[in-house]
Nanobody, 125 residues
Framework: AVQLVESGGGSVQAGGSLRLSCVASGYTYSNNCMAWFRQAPGKEREGVARVHTGAGVTYYTDSVKGRFTISLDKAKNTVYLQMDSLAPEDTAMYYC??????????????????WGQGTQVTVSS
């Protein structure tokens, strides 16, 4: 069974940085995608960043471009989300997701097959 376990969340002041990690077990890299989503209270789940496990191509939602960086270390079975210049609007529960065969876009969270339990990020002004 595939398991995704996130870590690295916490509380920071605006302008600070955090690095989230997601360790994947039982997952096969096969030109599919892994991604980070987030969900703030009362809001829908939002795609943040995606990485193709074969080509390494990345994609970001507009609100985090230039501030967040997604990366994949296959040797460690870990996908990271480096978050810099954090703002209060980045406050949310952050989830790691992975698809078994494909690379769904960030606007289709329900298309992803596997999810972690989430890690909370809180940014204060």
């Amino acid at each position: 069974a595939v398991q995704l376990v996130e870590s690295g969340g916490g509380s920071v002041q605006a302008g600070g940085s955090l690095r989230l990690s997601c360790v994947a077990s039982g997952y096969t890299y096969s030109n599919n995608c892994m991604a980070w989503f987030r969900q703030a209270p009362g809001k829908e789940r939002e795609g943040v960043a995606r990485v193709h496990t074969g080509a390494g191509v990345t994609y970001y939602t507009d609100s985090v471009k230039g501030r967040f960086t997604i990366s994949l270390d296959k040797a460690k079975n870990t996908v990271y989300l480096q978050m810099d210049s954090l703002a209060p609007e980045d406050t949310a529960m952050y989830y790691c997701a992975a698809d078994r065969w494909r690379c769904p876009n960030l606007y289709s969270p329900s298309a992803y097959d596997y999810w972690g339990q989430g890690t909370q990020v809180t940014v204060s002004s």
